[in-house]
């Protein structure tokens, strides 16, 4: 199976600064790489599908980047409303689909 | 507009059996797959598996497998997570997701099960 890994787990930063999240496969998956931001006793939402293509609606300020097995989530200036946790997921290998642990981002 | 709807709040005992629904509507349910996402308090996002509404085809997460049971009624647009036996452990927020071509585009409002004696 493959794994996700995000790094780090939580992060605290303050309105206006940049922020990047990490996911890391263990293995090769490609471009089949999505981010969700799930904000506290919410539904997870789709930002960003196969790496860096922004979901319809979502603000420019998040962005994505990466192949293969290393993949970065930003946001270039974080807003009050951007508290939520974010999770990466693979589903290079369907049927199968992983995610990762989730950041947790506090401002 | 899409929408998936899910079923309410459940308690059970332990060795209980149940089932909860996800209702989908505002697009042609058989044209694209279902799967549920475990989400156990304070901790992240788990796939447990999918459906296909239009035949009922079905792949389990090794997590899962023989433990859940997933079925569907294509006539009222709806997919069916089942337990027959619950354990405590069960106790989680499990949300039904719609499988767009490269993501999952909709979500449920989650169903939350909680199993104590």
């Known amino acids: 199976d493959i794994q996700m890994t995000q790094s780090p787990s939580s992060l605290s930063a303050s309105l206006g600064d940049r922020v990047t999240i990490t996911c890391q496969a263990t293995?090769?998956?490609?471009?089949?790489l999505n981010w969700y931001q799930q904000k506290p006793g919410k539904v997870p939402k789709l930002l960003i599908y196969?790496?860096?293509i922004l979901e319809t609606g979502v603000p420019s300020r998040f962005s994505g980047s990466g192949s293969g097995t290393n993949f970065t989530f930003s946001i270039s200036s974080l807003q009050t409303e951007d508290l939520a946790t974010y999770y990466c997921?693979?589903?290079?290998?369907?049927?199968?689909?992983?995610f990762g642990q989730g950041t947790t981002l506090e401002i | 507009e899409v929408n998936l709807v899910q079923s309410g709040v459940e308690v059970k005992r332990p060795g209980e059996s149940l089932r909860i629904s996800c209702k989908g509507s505002?697009?042609?349910?058989?044209?694209?797959?279902i799967s549920w996402v475990r989400q156990m308090p304070g901790k992240g996002l788990e796939w447990m598996g999918r459906?296909?509404?239009?035949?009922?085809?079905?792949n389990y997460g090794p997590s899962f497998q023989g433990h859940v049971t997933f079925s569907t009624d294509k006539s009222l647009s709806i997919v069916y997570l089942q337990w027959s036996s619950l354990r405590t452990s069960d106790t989680a927020m499990y949300f039904c997701?719609?499988?767009?071509?490269?993501?999952?585009?909709?979500w449920g409002q989650g169903t939350l099960l909680i199993v104590s004696s």
């Open positions: 505002g697009y042609d349910f058989t044209r694209y797959w």
């Open positions: 196969d790496v860096s």
């Open positions: 997921q693979q589903y290079y290998h369907l049927p199968m689909c992983s």
């Open positions: 293995e090769d998956i490609s471009n089949y």
């Open positions: 997701a719609r499988e767009g071509p490269v993501a999952y585009d909709s």
């Open positions: 459906i296909d509404p239009s035949d009922s085809y079905v």
